[in-house]
């Protein structure tokens, strides 16, 4: 099962959230039947994601957009506090590797655009805060979100690495954020770390790679483990809930749908499952609406 590990340093300088999402972003990939580009620019959304609900408390859910002006278009996911992931890329069919190594591009492919995060307590007023994608590899656009708008440093490696058939093989990643107490020299040991780090995939490649990142990360550093949480890929859908958007048309579009259409389909964005609902369906719907 996935997990979510919270760590902190024991000096109280640091803290790191270190994230198996695998199975996670399997689910989506199955979901979506996204190809190799598409599968690592979800993936990483829906990384980025469940490590901004694993800062919230209580019973909130965080809505991430990045949005680019090139071939992926909008990638949107959203996420609760309980460790659930929901997301779909527009473009679920960009398919581009380097010639050379095979490598999968993303930011290329990303263009211009917005890091969106849209957290929503429950009690209206959802707060958006935005800033400009950077790279368009989502990793570093996270980072300076974090940085910029939420004026705490920090350091975002995540990834997603395929097998020879562009099936996921692992997904993951850690987000590093400097804690107000931070010295200096703590900082400065910290940011000579990070840059000798060896690459994302390379430490995702590891037998344990949430060992391996926790290791590249503190060093020789102590720090304990705050707590693991379990993380999924869930869609929260329901006939019931499609229906109450059915019963917000008017009369004569669902009369429309009923007669012409003998019925309406609708297939859920977020995880592709489809619902239908019959003429007899519709009818009974709009008796009860009148
Ligand atoms: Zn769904």
């Known amino acids: 099962m996935d997990t979510l590990i919270k760590t902190i340093a024991k000096n109280g300088a640091f803290r790191a959230y270190v994230v198996d999402a ?37 019973d909130s859910k965080i809505t991430l957009k990045v949005i680019g002006d090139s071939s992926f278009g909008h990638i949107i996911s959203v996420a609760n506090t309980q460790g659930q992931v929901k997301g779909y890329i527009q473009n679920a069919g960009v398919d581009i590797k380097k010639t050379a190594t095979g490598e999968v591009l993303v930011g290329p492919f990303m263009g211009n655009g917005f890091f969106i995060v ?14 400009p994608l950077i790279s368009g590899e989502i990793g570093e ?75 590249a990360i503190y060093g020789d550093d102590a720090y304990s483990r705050l707590s693991e949480e379990p993380i999924a890929f869930h869609c929260d859908c329901s006939r019931e ?15 429309e749908m009923a007669d012409q259409d003998k019925g309406a389909e609708i297939v859920c964005q977020f995880c592709q499952k489809e619902y239908r609902f019959t003429d007899h369906d519709l009818e009974e719907l709009i008796n009860e609406k009148s």
């Open 22 to 58: 695998t199975e996670t972003v399997r689910a989506a990939q199955e979901a979506h039947q996204t190809l190799a580009s598409s599968t690592v620019a979800l993936g990483r959304t829906l990384i980025a994601n469940l490590m901004l609900a694993a800062n919230q408390k209580g």
């Open 118 to 131: 849209i957290t929503d307590y429950g009690m209206g007023n959802p707060y958006t805060s935005t800033t």
């Open 141 to 215: 656009d996270f980072a300076y979100y974090l940085t910029e708008s939420e004026q705490t440093p920090s350091a975002v490696g995540l990834n997603v690495l395929l097998d020879e058939h562009d099936r996921v093989k692992v997904a993951g990643g850690f987000m590093l954020q400097v804690l107000p107490g931070a010295k200096e020299a703590d900082i400065a040991r910290f940011e000579k770390r990070i840059q000798e780090m060896p690459a994302i995939s390379s430490l995702l490649q590891s037998e344990d790679h949430i060992e391996a990142l926790l290791t």
């Open 241 to 255: 809930r499609f229906l109450n958007a059915l019963a917000s048309l008017p009369n004569q579009d669902l009369q």
